[in-house]
């Protein structure tokens, strides 16, 4: 690969309302790195690109593009590698067949998806459109462990002005319920190799013995797991607790991940959606298949499909009735927690519900206490501690309360988000083995029709990189630092052979806690109650969910994280926060001419990545510029110019100005760098005096519809045309 092909920065294209405001945003960070001799440019990781990238021989030259996600997972290998890392869409299932839609209306001559391939060619296209799916791209970019915590700015202005906070009442009837055994947890085998070896992963029957997967590889010292969920085990938990919940009076939900995990999860998902509408399926099973019905696409695609069968709606519509009430993702459009797999994605959803006190929304419109279902006791303790400290100490205090920074394992694939492609539903009864190219059997599961196995993996270099990386970052803070790690769980007894003795090596053994993570949740909401901080080191699923469940308590949102990715290789990666690519935002630009989407993350990212650039090249002025990014971002907190939620006040564009206008300021003001300071004092100046007439024409536009000239695949004139409606401010930044 020709590194001339790459910027020095890279701000990644991606979805929704992120891409949304980079069409306003990136040309001002452009104009300003310019002026260090700092190039920024784009490579485009977005779902429509992934497939048009995927599928280049199936179009025309003028539609084709690079793969830039392979181009960008190259790169991130490279010591010189500076990338600004945007949310991107993970893709369901739904998600990805309506991206396919959107570009085939566009003339892009894709193939349709094929639900239930039969033919050799449809099974390669499936293939190839399941390699898009899920957490297809950070695997990619992530070749280093995260580095996640609040900004100082972000964590004070917080303190100043705390978030609203549901209350939490001893009497809650809010629970976290999950299958009592049989599960991924229980059933997980785990070990560490001792040299570099291929594997493969085969199922034996009665019918004789098939190949799940050939051609494994791992390194020495991988940690390599394997585990199953039964069919059977989950079906009996789901229907009693539809029948514990209707008890209870309270709202069923079901927590997922089903864009990170596409292949366990929406299969999951399906078993409830079967189970909700179990005397539907046992009366109407064949009708259904008949329709084309996977109840793994959820409850709106299988309303879709028997919207011509009064039969089965009446038979449905009497079997809803005898049915709790569900947690509803819109109570007004009728659209439940089973209708569609994407929606409620638990690191996102249990916190917001934690933070209103343990209430969810009701069909009434209404909020009510909750059944939170989550089948796997992998991680579901994180919540139900969470839930039962809140109970007995009331809610927590955003004005006082401390940090939760966290460490992650996440290079190299890690853990169970690298299990895509070794993660199996099995066809028929047999044993599932993990087999060496010497012939030992390292893994080994007697397994029934509809179980999901799967096995994962985490290599040596990155787990010693983490463990590297939190003794760093304890030695820079001092805080509490404690490994979230179930000396009870197989994979983590692994970890725990590998921690302890690096730890001891280095002589700070004694600056670390070693807990399952029930006990160090309550252990982090002690300390962060007392106004004290802690260092969160964890895997790679619990490092996604806690830097979603501590910022949304302390912050109100994750989306305003500094979240740094160390590159094994030298570079750096730094993510705009967590927060998602918020399609709610979309749909009110859409309809309003409103974006609520809030930059900071952005921001904060910048500043870093700035920074970074200034100590890898030797570039003062680069140094300067991402000093005055943080100036400018505490500038957007300190007066209160970040979007409304409301249409008609200030949105995403707004905070836009004022941040280029903060930047500008702060770049004229100083002192370091004599060229910068002359550069800037006219722009700051124009800025200042236009500020009322810029903000005029920002405000002119919202109150009306907005044409994006597509969703997935947005048209780039219109995009720019909506989000740069200013006039001065663009003359400003040519």
Same mark, same amino acid.
């Given at each position: ?22 069409? #306003? ?15 920024? &440019?784009t ?7 992934r ?17 830039? !996600? ?32 959107? !570009? ?9 998806y ?15 459109y ?5 957490s ?9 462990? +995260?580095d ?21 009442t ?62 059977k ?9 539809? $029948? ?9 939900s079901l ?6 995990m ?12 079967k ?10 099973g ?11 696409? *959820?409850?709106?695609?299988?309303l ?15 079997? #809803? ?5 569900m947690?509803?993702?819109?109570s ?33 419109? /209404?909020?009510?206490d909750?059944?939170?279902v ?26 006082t ?11 190299q694939k890690?853990?169970?988000?690298? +299990? ?9 009864? %047999?044993?599932?083995?993990?087999v060496?190219?010497?012939?030992t059997v ?7 029709? &509809? ?32 490994f ?18 690096l730890?001891?090596a ?9 807990m399952?993570p029930?006990?160090a949740?309550?252990? =982090? ?9 802690t260092?969160?080191?964890s ?12 910022p949304?308590?302390?912050?109100a ?5 500094? =979240? ?12 705009t926060?967590? *927060? ?8 009110q ?9 809030d #930059? ?12 970074? !650039? ?13 000093d ?6 505490? %500038?957007i907190?300190?007066?209160?110019? +970040? ?5 008609g ?17 702060a ?17 700051? +100046?124009?800025? #200042?005096? /236009? ?18 000239? *597509?969703?997935f695949a ?5 995009? $720019? ?14």
């Amino acid at each position: 690969m020709a590194e001339s092909n790459f910027p020095d920065i890279v701000y990644t294209k991606v979805d929704e309302a992120p891409q949304l405001a980079s069409a #306003s945003l990136l040309p001002i960070i452009q104009a300003f790195a310019g002026t260090a001799g700092v190039t920024v &440019g784009t490579k485009d990781i977005s779902l429509a690109g992934r497939i048009i990238a995927v599928f280049a021989d199936y179009l025309s030259d003028d539609q084709k593009q690079a793969d830039d !996600l392979a181009l960008l997972g190259e790169w991130v290998k490279k010591p010189e590698a500076n990338v600004i890392k945007l949310p991107n869409i993970s893709a369901s299932e739904p998600q990805l067949v309506a991206a396919v839609k959107e !570009l085939q209306a566009k003339g892009y001559a894709l193939p349709d998806y094929p639900y239930t391939p039969e033919t050799e060619d449809e099974k390669a296209v499936r293939a190839r459109y399941d390699g898009i799916k899920g957490s297809a791209v950070n695997p990619v970019l992530r070749e280093g462990n +995260s580095d996640r915590r609040a900004a100082v700015a972000v964590k004070n202005y917080a303190m100043a002005n705390p978030h609203r906070m549901g209350e939490w009442t001893a009497d809650s009837k809010t629970e976290v319920s999950s299958m009592p055994g049989n599960d991924f947890f229980a059933n997980e085998t785990s070990v560490t190799l001792a040299d570099a070896t291929k594997a493969k992963i085969v199922l034996e029957t009665a019918d004789g013995e098939t190949v799940l997967k050939d051609g494994l590889s791992y390194p020495a010292g991988t940690v390599v797991d394997a585990t199953f969920l039964s069919a059977k085990a989950l079906d009996a938990f789901l229907a009693s607790e539809i $029948e514990k919940t209707k008890e209870a009076g309270t709202l069923f939900s079901l927590h997922l991940k089903a864009t990170m995990m596409k292949v366990s999860d929406p299969i999951i998902f399906g078993h409830a959606v079967k189970a909700w509408l179990a005397p539907v399926f046992d009366q109407y099973g064949d009708k259904l298949a008949e329709l084309g019905v996977n109840p793994n696409g *959820g409850l709106g695609a299988l309303l879709e499909r028997v919207k011509g069968e009064p039969e089965i709606l009446a038979a449905i519509e009497a079997v #809803s009735a005898d049915r709790p009430d569900m947690y509803m993702v819109n109570s007004d459009k009728g659209i439940t927690n089973l209708h569609v797999s994407s929606d409620v994605i638990i690191d996102a959803s249990m916190p917001a519900l934690i933070r209103a006190g343990g209430k969810g929304w009701g069909p009434d419109n /209404k909020e009510h206490d909750t059944n939170c279902v989550i089948p796997d006791n992998c991680y579901a303790p994180i919540y139900e501690e969470t839930i039962k400290f809140f109970k007995e100490n009331g809610k927590l205090n955003p004005a006082t309360a401390g940090t939760v920074q966290n460490l992650g394992l996440m290079a190299q694939k890690a853990e169970e988000y690298g +299990s895509h492609p070794t993660t199996f539903e099995i066809p028929a009864d %047999g044993v599932v083995k993990m087999v060496l190219e010497d012939g030992t059997v390292i893994h080994q599961h007697g397994v029934e029709t &509809g179980d999901i196995w799967r096995s994962s993996s985490a290599r040596k270099a990155p787990i010693e990189d983490w463990v590297n990386l939190a003794i760093e970052r304890q030695k820079a803070t001092g805080f509490r630092a404690i490994f979230w790690l179930d000396a009870d769980r197989a994979h983590d007894a692994e970890l725990i052979s590998y921690v302890k003795p690096l730890l001891e090596a280095k002589g700070v053994a004694d600056k670390f806690e070693i807990m399952a993570p029930r006990e160090a949740t309550r252990a =982090s909401l002690e300390t962060i109650t007392k106004g004290e901080n802690t260092i969160a080191v964890s895997g790679n699923v619990l490092r996604d969910y806690l830097t979603d469940l501590f910022p949304i308590l302390e912050l109100a949102t994750s989306a305003k994280m500094l =979240s740094i990715v160390k590159l094994m290789n030298g570079g750096g990666m730094f993510e705009t926060g967590a *927060g998602g690519s918020a399609p709610k935002h979309v749909q009110q630009l859409v309809e309003e001419n409103h974006l609520r989407w809030d #930059s900071l993350g952005e921001f904060c990212a910048l500043g870093e990545s700035l920074k970074f !650039l200034a100590d890898a090249k030797d570039n003062a002025k680069a140094r300067v510029l991402g000093d005055a990014v943080d100036v400018a971002t505490q %500038g957007i907190l300190d007066n209160n110019k +970040s979007p409304s939620r409301k249409v008609g006040e200030p949105d995403n564009r707004d905070s836009h100005f004022y941040f280029a206008k903060y930047w500008a300021e702060a770049l004229a003001a100083q002192s370091d760098d004599a060229d910068l300071a002359a550069h800037f004092a006219p722009i700051a +100046s124009a800025l #200042s005096e /236009k500020e009322a007439e810029i903000t005029a024409e920002l405000a002119a536009v919202q109150g009306k519809p907005a044409d994006l000239g *597509g969703y997935f695949a947005t048209d780039d004139a219109k995009t $720019e045309t909506t989000m740069r409606p200013s006039a001065t401010l663009n003359a400003i930044f040519g």
